[in-house]
């Protein structure tokens, strides 16, 4: 039999993968990962802070 025209690709075996592509570091997270975990952090010390206030201006009057 002869080669099809255009072989279908198949995905790199793990020898012939770099370390970052299959997934044996533990020491680091994914990029997304830390974003939202930076924006959550954010998000939730605004949202602490503003409730902080809000029981801090309560509390006078």
Known sequence: MSEPDNPVQLPAGPEERSP??????ESSFP???VIRLFAYLIAGHLFAG?????FHIGAQQ
């Not at 503003?50 to 809000?54: A, D, G, H, I, N």
């Open 20 to 25: 970052k592509q299959t997934g044996d570091q």
């Open 31 to 33: 990029r997304g990962l």
């Open 50 to 54: 503003f409730l902080y206030l809000l």
